[in-house]
T-cell receptor, first 111, second 114 residues
Framework: NAGVTQTPKFQVLKTGQSMTLQCAQDMNHEYMSWYRQDPGMGLRLIHYSVGAGITDQGEVPNGYNVSRSTTEDFPLRLLSAAPSQTSVYFC??????????FGSGTRLTVV | GENVEQHPSTLSVQEGDSAVIKCTYSDSASNYFPWYKQELGKRPQLIIDIRSNVGEKKDQRIAVTLNKTAKHFSLHITETQPEDSAVYFCAATTTNFGNEKLTFGTGTRLTIIP
């Protein structure tokens, strides 16, 4: 039982590049979400999903896309990286209305 | 949407003393309130939670209280130890027709002074 697996752990991108952050969970959780964490800003919701085929926007969705084709996977795509997207990204999963299990995070730097 | 305010942003206490962190929320439909602890460079981890039909919950040295009327909830840590030093986040969850939204507070950096 791996929990929530997030890759990569570190990434450096050039402005304008695109990339996908991977997130997978093996707990059969319905709910998955992506957060970014910036100093002094806490955890801000980017996108979330309550099940396969269903996604919705969170607080800061601009510049990011998601899809949920399976229960297990919830990748986050950066379309055209900008320095403002430098952050630590966390994926999380849970049963509906239960506590989250977080992935180990991806530290992204956009130069 | 939901707005969660958390105070204080930083807190220092002597080892062995108690620490209290307070949060308020705005959406009366919120029904689940978890607390997370994040150590430096690590992922947030759930430490305790409370649902809207309960006023208090305790787990060893940590406890959470909820006042639905006033829309505030608090984390209490007793007999603090150096390993309690971390950032603590409160959160409020609203669930409507299977759709869930969780909003975090901005965090409290707790430092335990030996």
């Amino acid at each position: 039982n791996a929990g929530v697996t997030q890759t990569p752990k570190f990434q450096v991108l050039k402005t304008g590049q695109s990339m996908t952050l991977q997130c997978a969970q093996d707990m059969n959780h319905e709910y998955m979400s992506w957060y970014r964490q910036d100093p002094g800003m806490g955890l801000r919701l980017i996108h979330y999903s309550v099940g396969a085929g269903i996604t919705d926007q969170g607080e800061v969705p601009n510049g990011y896309n998601v899809s949920r084709s399976t229960t297990e996977d919830f990748p986050l795509r950066l379309l055209s990286a900008a320095p403002s997207q430098t952050s630590v990204y966390f994926c999380a999963s849970s049963r509906i209305n239960y506590g989250y299990t977080f992935g180990s995070g991806t530290r992204l730097t956009v130069v | 949407g939901e707005n969660v305010e958390q105070h204080p942003s930083t807190l220092s206490v002597q080892e062995g003393d108690s620490a209290v962190i307070k949060c308020t929320y705005s959406d009366s439909a919120s029904n689940y309130f978890p607390w997370y602890k994040q150590e430096l460079g690590k992922r947030p981890q759930l430490i305790i939670d409370i649902r809207s039909n309960v006023g208090e919950k305790k787990d060893q040295r940590i406890a959470v209280t909820l006042n639905k009327t006033a829309k505030h909830f608090s984390l209490h840590i007793t007999e603090t130890q150096p390993e309690d030093s971390a950032v603590y986040f409160c959160a409020a969850t609203t669930t409507n027709f299977g759709n869930e939204k969780l909003t975090f507070g901005t965090g409290t950096r707790l430092t335990i002074i030996p």
